[in-house]
């Protein structure tokens, strides 16, 4: 009932910036929790960053300091803005949104596509 579509991956070199974006849309909801994960090859999927409807905001310690998530309620839109990018920030980063469908008040969690993100010289 919800799309997640994600947006602003690529290359980029070491300490360069990139900003994704994600919107949801589809039937009536409102969203609880929406940020981004992330999975590099052979590894798990770990949290990036993430923001509550009431602005709380949960970030991985690998981030803090570099990236920043913020998030556009009007829009249902959620975004990350990466600076000062590592090669290991190198992974397919998901977008994520926990939400309350409004016609029948039950949550569930919506993953987008994935958007790959590399950060290379």
């Known amino acids: 009932q919800v799309q997640l579509v994600e947006s602003g991956g690529g290359l980029v070199q070491p300490g360069g910036s990139l900003r994704l974006s994600c919107a949801a849309s589809g039937s009536i909801f409102s969203i609880n929790r929406m940020g981004w994960y992330r999975q590099a090859p052979g590894k798990q999927r770990e949290l990036v960053a993430t923001?509550?409807?009431?602005?709380?905001?949960d970030y991985a310690d690998s981030v803090k300091g570099r990236l920043t998530i913020s998030r556009d309620n009007a829009e249902n839109t959620v975004y990350l803005q990466m600076n000062s990018l590592k090669p290991e920030d190198t992974a397919v980063y998901y977008c994520y949104a926990r939400v309350t469908h409004i016609p029948r008040g039950f949550e569930y969690a919506y993953w987008g596509q994935g958007t790959q993100v590399t950060v290379s010289s």
């Open positions: 923001i509550t409807s009431s602005g709380g905001i």
